[in-house]
């Protein structure tokens, strides 16, 4: 049996508090999980609160909107969870961007969803940058990679984890207005097969057990593909099968990592510095290139990247206005112009550099890649 409902009050290195309400011990924990293992703070107003109830309080009919979601008169509520849970959760949409806001879940919710993208929204709201980015500090300096999915953030990550960099942040990582500090998400890192087999060290940490299973999992996707690949079976039922099992197959080609494995325990907290920003890209060209980039090309190509991160908002803040055709909610109406207007303010005076490499990636070799690209520290900084 959980102990009785609190409240807990999450700390993301002093720029969001978020309070997790008449929350139990399992229900902070599945917060946290999607968050990381953000520190508690004895007090503070929050700027986020997610509250757990036994049943929401509906007011009037609902109507569904296919199975995502549901409206009546007065309430709009979220029904479908990450990898497609049942939840039901009241999402405030009309008021992101403002607070505090506060998300209300009937208990059993498996995750909250839209939780990480509205936190990067109420971070912009307070001035603070969100950034899909990967990030390191090595040697007291601080590198932020951005880019394109797949584009190689999580690769430079890893070449730097072998050369004594800290982390600070994959897939998010949140830019002070003014540029001259970050702070990242201390979630797991998915590390994906083919990445360990280029850091040994890495893979000679992970039991023998997982990684049968990441081999019997990338021979599985092999053959299930090759299934549907022949002449007289990609066109029939049976191959769209394979395929679909092929897609489930490929997801287990991955595992989750806390940051303090990867990094041998040099994990980031609170800000950190901003000296160098890199804007990674796979190419065609098979020789891997570095050269110095201009700073707000960099800043805006990074906002389309953030944009197209928080697209799932999007078509939430979509299924929001259907419901609610009179109602506009004008900080996500103006989210693409201000992620840019202010990632140009951020990135002014930062140095820049451009890599494009082949894909994969080659891992190890990244590191000195980057490194010579990389400003040197003005005597005395070092």
Not at 113 to 122: E, G, H, Q, S
Not at 300 to 325: I, N
Not at 358 to 368: A, F, K, N, R
Request: aromatic residues 4%; neutral net charge; glycine residues 8%.
């Amino acid at each position: 049996m959980s102990p009785d409902p609190s409240t807990t009050l999450l700390d993301l290195h002093g720029l969001l508090t978020i309070a997790v309400a008449d929350a139990r011990a399992d229900e902070v924990g599945r917060v946290r999980r999607q968050l990381g293992p953000l520190p508690e703070v004895a007090a503070g107003e929050a700027d986020l609160v997610v509250r757990f109830v036994d049943r929401l309080d509906v007011r009037g009919t609902l109507r569904p909107l296919g199975r995502e979601a549901a409206y009546s008169d007065d309430d709009f509520l979220v029904l479908r969870g990450p990898r497609k849970t049942s939840v039901r959760v009241r999402i405030p949409v009309g008021d992101i961007g403002s607070r505090p806001l506060e998300i209300v879940a009937e208990r059993g919710a498996p995750a909250i969803p839209f939780l990480l993208p509205i936190v990067a929204v109420t971070l912009l709201s307070k001035g603070v940058v969100p950034v899909h980015a990967s990030a390191f500090v090595v040697d007291g300096r601080g590198t932020l990679v951005t880019g394109w999915a797949k584009g190689g953030k999580s690769e430079a990550l890893l070449a730097f984890a072998d050369h004594g960099a800290a982390y600070v942040g994959d897939e998010w990582v949140f830019v002070t207005g003014d540029g001259a500090s970050m702070a990242g998400l201390p979630e797991p890192m998915r590390i994906w097969d083919w990445q360990l087999a280029m850091v040994p060290r890495l893979r000679a940490r992970i039991g023998v057990g997982r990684r049968l299973r990441l081999g019997a999992a990338a021979a599985t996707t092999g053959v299930l593909s090759g299934t549907a690949r022949l002449p007289v079976v990609r066109s029939s039922a049976p191959g769209d099968l394979a395929r679909r099992l092929g897609a489930m197959a490929e997801n287990q080609r991955s595992l989750q990592i806390p940051p303090e494995r990867v990094f041998d325990g040099r994990v980031t907290t609170g800000l950190v510095p901003l000296d160098a920003i890199v804007l990674i890209e796979s190419s065609g060209d098979p020789q891997a290139s570095a050269e110095p980039a201009d700073a707000a090309v960099v800043a805006r190509r990074t906002a389309a990247t953030v944009v197209h991160e928080l697209l799932d908002l999007e078509a939430l803040h979509l299924t929001w206005r259907y419901a609610f055709p009179d109602r506009r909610n004008a900080f996500l109406e103006s989210l693409p112009v201000l992620l840019e207007e202010r990632l140009v303010a951020a990135f002014t005076n930062r140095p820049c550099v451009l890599v494009r490499h082949p894909y994969p990636p080659d891992i190890p070799s990244l590191h000195g890649l980057i490194s010579d690209a990389l400003p040197r520290p003005a005597a005395g900084d070092a």
